[in-house]
């Protein structure tokens, strides 16, 4: 995700001046890109608000954060439940 972002970055044209400062602000960087990741399955920021900019790079971007947070959830539920 955080390469997508920089190649996005990197062709200025493709990007409009709304969306290149929410890409930014969540994705910017691997620091930023941990830190909305760990955000996001602990309820510090909603998944959508992190989401919606990535719809902006495509559906195989938008994909992988849907997958990332699925995994995670029955991840955590499942050892839950086994305790």
């Given at each position: 995700?955080?390469?997508?972002?920089?190649?996005?970055?990197?062709?200025?044209?493709?990007?409009?001046?709304?969306?290149?400062?929410?890409?930014?602000?969540?994705?910017?960087d691997?620091?930023?890109?941990?830190?909305?990741?760990?955000?996001?399955?602990?309820?510090?920021?909603?998944?959508?608000?992190?989401?919606?900019?990535l719809?902006?790079?495509?559906?195989?971007?938008?994909?992988?954060?849907?997958?990332?947070?699925?995994?995670?959830?029955?991840?955590?539920?499942?050892?839950?439940?086994?305790?």
């Open positions: 995700i955080c390469q997508a972002i920089a190649d996005s970055a990197a062709d200025r044209s493709s990007m409009s001046e709304e969306e290149s400062p929410r890409l930014q602000e969540y994705w910017g691997l620091p930023r890109t941990f830190i909305t990741l760990f955000m996001a399955i602990t309820s510090g920021v909603s998944w959508e608000v992190c989401f919606l900019p719809l902006d790079l495509g559906w195989v971007h938008s994909a992988l954060f849907i997958s990332y947070i699925v995994l995670c959830l029955f991840g955590v539920m499942n050892v839950v439940t086994s305790v």
